[in-house]
């Protein structure tokens, strides 16, 4: 696990999920977590190369 401290919300935050990144929907922890991280109107940027796509999981309706 890595993780960095950071004294205000950020602009743009680049994040992963690592390992836990083979579909989209495991990928979205990396989303989660980066959130709390960006000012309001910030760019995330989520890296996963989802192999397995968006996930096997049924739509949400």
């Known amino acids: ?9 950020v602009e743009v935050a680049l994040v992963s999920a690592h390992p836990a990144e083979a579909d989209f ?3 979205g922890k ?3 977590s980066g959130e709390k ?3 309001d109107g910030g760019t995330l940027i989520l890296v996963a190369p989802c192999p397995e ?4 999981h ?4």
């Open 1 to 9: 696990m890595c993780s960095v401290a950071v004294d205000e919300p």
């Open 25 to 27: 929907w495991q990928a």
């Open 30 to 32: 990396g989303i989660a």
């Open 37 to 39: 991280l960006l000012k």
């Open 53 to 56: 796509g968006v996930g096997p």
């Open 58 to 61: 049924p739509p949400e309706h």
